[in-house]
């Protein structure tokens, strides 16, 4: 059985920094595409950033120099540096992880296990 238990999340000022972490069991991160999207009140869940099993990122052009995505193997974590906070990153973070090998997902959808998410709050 595959879990992901997102943590780190709080309520934090403009300006200041916080480290989300996604703990995995049941699924080797190594091996996978790992992802962080996030959900604002009233909005869609939108794309953060990526970080395939080769290593190659993407980000969201939002969060794009603010943010770090990385990956500790022997762990089998998933962790999102995120600085200079902005009001607007406010949202519940997920963290969503592919099989293993999978190709790499262009969509949501193709993302086969997803975390509860952690609340992440940006006060101006």
Do not use: H
Request: glycine share 8%; net charge positive; hydrophobic share 40%.
């Amino acid at each position: 059985q595959v879990e992901l238990v997102e943590s780190g999340g709080g309520l934090v000022q403009a300006g200041a920094s916080l480290r989300l972490s996604c703990a995995a069991s049941g699924v080797t991160v190594r091996w996978s595409t790992v992802a962080w999207f996030r959900q604002a009140p009233g909005k869609d869940r939108e794309f953060v950033v990526r970080l395939t099993a080769g290593g190659a990122t993407v980000y969201a052009d939002s969060v794009k120099g603010r943010f770090t995505i990385s990956r500790d193997n022997a762990r089998n974590t998933v962790s999102l540096q995120m600085n200079s906070l902005k009001p607007e990153d406010t949202a519940v973070y997920y963290c969503a992880v592919t099989k293993p090998w999978n190709a790499v997902p262009r969509f949501q959808s193709q993302y086969d296990y997803w975390g509860l998410g952690t609340q992440v709050t940006v006060s101006s």
